[in-house]
C-alpha cells in the first residue's frame, strides 16, 4: 500500500529566462577534479574531464590502468561524458596525476577542472549533423586552456557544441553553440549567429563576459542561470564583447528542433551502448578498447559511442559482443530509462542503496514514459535536467517519488520501500 496521500502540487511558474536564480555562496567551488580528489564513504574521488567525452584507445587503457591500480577498479559516467574513479586510497594523488599526465589527460593544470565540454556523439559519424563538431571541439579546449581568465570558471561550468541536431543543446550548458547549416553558428547567451569559424573563440568570449559579470557582482556565481541580470542584458554584453573581440554576429532565429542521445545499436560509422546506471567494469571498459579502432566517445547520457574503423568486418557482431558483457545493446531496454546517483555505501549522505534497489525494480518500472532518477538525499546530484520521475530516499527508508515535469503540476508518493514504486508510479501518472 502506498504510504501517505497523494498530493497535486503546483509548480512554480517558470521564470521568463535562464536568468533567474540568484545565488549567493559563502565558500569556494569544491567541485572534484583529476587533481582536487574528493573524501567519499568508499574512498577518494577523482572526475577526470573528457572534453566532448573523447578519448584515445591508449588513453583508455591508461584510465583503466588506474581504476585497477588505484580505485575499485570499475569506471564510472558522469552526466557530461566524464569519468570518475572512486575507491582511491589516501596519499595517491601525486601517482594519479603522473599516470594521466604521462596519458596526455592533463594539458593544463590550472585548467583541468574547467574542461566541461559536451558535444553531439555522433557529429561526423551518422549524416545525421549540419556540421561536424570536432574543429570546434579541439579549437575550443585549447582556447581554455590558453585562457588566463578561464581559469576562474567553476568545476560546475559546462559548454555545448551541437552539430545542429539538437541534442547537447537541451543539456542546459551555461555556453551553447550550435551548427545552423548555413556557414553559421547559433551562440547563446548572446542569442546572435556567428561564423562558424569564429564558433569556439565566441563560446570562450561568452564565458569570460560571465566572468566579469560575476566578479562584478561578488557573490560567487558559478554558472550563468545564478546572474542577477536578465538573459537581454546578458545577450547584450555578450554582443558588446564580440564586437570588442572583432567577431561579426548577428541577431537571427534561433534553430528549431531536438534529439536525445544515440540510441543502441550500428549507427553510420559507430557502435553506441548505454552503460546501466553509468558504472563501467573493467571487462566492460577492456572490451569496449577493443572494439574501438582509435577511440571511443562517452556520452552525457552514459553511454559510449565506439568509432568504427575498415577494419571492424562486422558491426553487428561487434554490438552483440559488447552486450555479452552487460552492455545494453537492445534499444528497448528498460535501463535507457533509469539513472542513479551513487547512493549507499558510496555517499555517507545516502538514506539508501538506490543503485541496488533500481535494478531490483528495473522490470516494474523500467519502462514507463518518463525516465526515472533515483537520489540518495535531497542533493539529487547527476539528476537529469529534462521531464523526469523523481524518485528520492527518505531518512525513514522509504522513497518519495515526484513527476517532475516543468510547466505542469507536480503530483507526489511515499512509499515504505522500493517494493511498492510501482504502484506509486502509477498512481501519480494515471
Not at 586510497?89 to 599526465?101: H, K, N, R, V
Not at 574543429?135 to 588566463?148: E, G, H, Q, V
Not at 564586437?243 to 528542433?257: K, Q
Not at 514507463?368 to 540518495?376: D, E, F, K, T, V
Request: charged share 20%; with cysteine; aromatic share 2%.
Amino acid at each position: 500500500m502506498i504510504v501517505g496521500m497523494l498530493t497535486a502540487m503546483p509548480t512554480a511558474a517558470l521564470p521568463p529566462s535562464t536568468q533567474a536564480t540568484e545565488a549567493t555562496r559563502e565558500r569556494g567551488d569544491a567541485c572534484p577534479g583529476a587533481l582536487r580528489l574528493h573524501a567519499a564513504d568508499d574512498g577518494a574521488l577523482a572526475r577526470i574531464r573528457l572534453p566532448g567525452g573523447v578519448l584515445t584507445t591508449d588513453q583508455a587503457r591508461a584510465l583503466g590502468r588506474a581504476a585497477r591500480r588505484l580505485g575499485d577498479g570499475d569506471l564510472h559516467l558522469t552526466s557530461r561524458g566524464n569519468v570518475q574513479l572512486r575507491g582511491l586510497p589516501a596519499g595517491c594523488g601525486a601517482e594519479l596525476a603522473e599516470a594521466l599526465d604521462a596519458a596526455g589527460l592533463l594539458p593544463s593544470r590550472e585548467h583541468e577542472r574547467v574542461r566541461n565540454i559536451v558535444a553531439s556523439p555522433l557529429s561526423g559519424l551518422d549524416g545525421g549533423g549540419l556540421q561536424d563538431v570536432r574543429p570546434w571541439l579541439t579549437a575550443l579546449d585549447a582556447a581554455l586552456c590558453a585562457s588566463d581568465a578561464a581559469r576562474s570558471l567553476s568545476g560546475r561550468f559546462l559548454f555545448a557544441l551541437d552539430d545542429g541536431r539538437g541534442d547537447v543543446a537541451g543539456l542546459g550548458a551555461d555556453v551553447t553553440v550550435r551548427a545552423t547549416g548555413d556557414g553559421e553558428a547559433w551562440l547563446t547567451p548572446g542569442s546572435v549567429r556567428v561564423p562558424a569559424a569564429d564558433a569556439p573563440r565566441a563560446a570562450l568570449v561568452a564565458a569570460e563576459t560571465f566572468l566579469a559579470v560575476a566578479r562584478s557582482d561578488g557573490r560567487g556565481v558559478w554558472r550563468v542561470a545564478e546572474l542577477p541580470i536578465s538573459a537581454s542584458e546578458m545577450s547584450g554584453r555578450v554582443r558588446g564583447r564580440l564586437t570588442a573581440e572583432g567577431i561579426e554576429h548577428e541577431v537571427g532565429p534561433a534553430p528549431s528542433g531536438a534529439a536525445d542521445g544515440p540510441p543502441p545499436g550500428v549507427i553510420g560509422g559507430a557502435l553506441s551502448v548505454h552503460v546501466p546506471l553509468g558504472r563501467l567494469s573493467a571487462r566492460q571498459w577492456a572490451e569496449l578498447t577493443r572494439a574501438a579502432g582509435s577511440e571511443l566517445r562517452l556520452t552525457p547520457w552514459r553511454g559510449v559511442v565506439v568509432p568504427t574503423s575498415a577494419s571492424t568486418t562486422a558491426p553487428a557482431e561487434a554490438l552483440a559482443r559488447l552486450g555479452t558483457v552487460g552492455l545494453v545493446s537492445d534499444p528497448a531496454s528498460p535501463w535507457l530509462r533509469v539513472g542513479a546517483c551513487i547512493g549507499r555505501p558510496g555517499c555517507a549522505k545516502a538514506h539508501a542503496d538506490v543503485r541496488a534497489d533500481a535494478a531490483r525494480t528495473l522490470e516494474a518500472v523500467g519502462r514507463h514514459a518518463l525516465p526515472l532518477y533515483w537520489s540518495g538525499c535531497e542533493r539529487r546530484c547527476g539528476h537529469p535536467s529534462g521531464d523526469h520521475v523523481d524518485v528520492l530516499a527518505t531518512p525513514d527508508g522509504g522513497y518519495r517519488l515526484s513527476v517532475a515535469t516543468a510547466g505542469r503540476s507536480t503530483r507526489t508518493a511515499s512509499v515504505a520501500g522500493p517494493s511498492q514504486t510501482s504502484a506509486a508510479l502509477a498512481a501519480i501518472t494515471s
